[in-house]
């Protein structure tokens, strides 16, 4: 009797291992594909930043390459052209999971770019003849970097490299044994980096004009204090020639000046949604409190991925500032800020609409019906904004207060 209890309790230890057994090589198996679906996502993200990246770089090389060549009003158009690539190149390259030591020299080359460019493009007429050799020296050295990048893309493609992350939190994501990574390559870029001679323009300009001191401790605070830390902790990145600076936290990167927070970005990857959007516009109203612009209002939401993006339009005296939105993103795993700007260009000092809007109304074509209009800020100017219709189109047309000209077109269609 007692023997065959102990065989009966043998075959149920045994069934019951089994069965644990079994149980505990389908989880193995779910897990090892949920990884491996997560490590498929990862790459092929991170691949397509570094696609974007290349397209940009590339794309600011043609623009610079052919703002050599022109000449009248196509002087402006092509510097705005290139600054906003620059703008693009730069905002890509942050979205690598690669730390300063492989984008250092890349980072400051982009924002001597945009720098340059933003101060072309805030002008009218032709370029100098500094200038236009400042713009054949960037040229040379965009197209120098651009080359690095492609070959990059190109070895990338065919397999040659391979994508990895040197993020401790990710080292398990990426497997590339014996292949070449694509940090070494940025690494190799750093070293072979193409040398930009000095701008004749801007020492020209510097020479001109006394040296001023930009006291780097106002932004530095106000960075500090929308974080939530200490000074201490934040390190420091790079500097932009406006006195502007750039600090991060863990993946936070966050620009400041004396007037305050100008960006964030948290270069982090999000996690499954999880947080409701009115939790979510809630964080958005208290950060842009914290950065201080209480009283704006939503006009736009936008979900990309499991990131919630707001617009907020500011407002001077209670007239509305359409174009000086300020933008916050807002990470839906665990409600936390991972992407800000400032809103520019805001008017200072009081306004004034010297045209009613009867007379302003003078600029419409004869060919729309105009049925509403407002007081707005356009481009820092007091405008007004007409709501008109032209058949089943929805236009609104942008006047200025001052001398009757139009500002700004946008237009819609009806249902």
């Known amino acids: 009797m007692k023997e065959k209890l102990l065989r009966k309790l043998r075959r149920v230890a045994g069934i019951c291992a089994v069965t644990a057994f079994a149980v505990l090589a389908v989880l193995s198996a779910l897990f090892w594909a949920h990884l491996n679906d997560f490590r498929a996502e990862t790459r092929h993200s991170y691949e397509l930043s570094f696609e974007q990246t290349a397209a940009a770089v590339d794309a600011l ?5 052919k703002c050599r060549y022109a000449t009248g009003e196509l002087c402006h158009s092509l510097a705005s052209e290139a600054y906003a690539e620059a703008c693009a190149a730069k905002s890509a390259l942050s979205t690598l999971p690669f730390s300063t030591v492989e984008m250092d020299q890349t980072k400051s080359f982009l924002g001597t770019v945009g720098d340059f460019m933003h101060e072309l493009c805030s002008r009218s007429g032709e370029f100098s003849d500094d200038e236009r050799a400042d713009i054949r020296t960037l040229s ?14 190109g070895s990338l493609g065919c397999g040659e490299m391979e994508m990895d992350c040197r993020e401790k939190p990710l080292h398990n994501v990426f497997d590339a044994d014996g292949a070449r990574l694509l940090s070494d390559g940025f690494l190799d870029a750093e070293q072979s980096f193409p040398a930009a001679g000095e701008l004749k323009s801007y020492a020209r300009a510097e020479a001109a004009l006394p040296t001023q001191y930009v006291d780097p401790a106002p932004g530095r605070a106000a960075a500090a204090k929308l974080l939530g830390v200490s000074e201490e902790v934040l390190r420091d990145e790079y500097s932009y020639a406006d006195g502007s600076a750039a600090y991060s936290r863990g993946s936070v990167f966050v620009r400041a000046d004396a007037s305050g927070v100008i960006s964030l970005s948290d270069s982090r990857l999000v996690g499954e949604s999880s947080v409701s959007h009115k939790r979510a516009a809630e964080k958005a109203r208290d950060f842009l409190s914290a950065a201080g612009y209480p009283d704006m209002k939503e006009t736009q939401r936008r979900q990309s991925g499991s990131v919630l993006y707001f617009s907020f339009t500011p407002s ?3 007239v509305p500032c359409p174009d000086c939105r300020a933008e916050v993103g807002v990470a839906l795993d665990n409600c936390s800020v991972c992407f800000y700007r ?13 045209l009613d809007a009867v007379s302003a109304q003078a600029a419409l074509p004869s060919s729309i019906t ?5 007081k707005v800020v356009c481009q820092g100017l007091p405008c007004y904004e007409f709501a008109c219709v032209d058949g089943e189109r929805h236009v609104k047309i942008t006047v200025d207060a001052a001398y009757g000209r139009e500002r700004a077109v946008e237009v819609g269609r009806g249902a």
Request: charged share 25%; aromatic share 4%; net charge negative.
């Open 61 to 65: 090389s043609g623009t610079l390459e």
């Open 342 to 354: 400032a809103p520019e260009d805001l008017p200072e000092g009081e306004l004034s609409w010297p």
């Open 370 to 374: 105009p049925l509403s209009s407002r």
């Open 316 to 318: 001077v005296d209670g």
């Open 140 to 153: 040379d050295t965009a197209a120098a970097y651009g080359a690095l990048v492609q070959e990059m893309r």
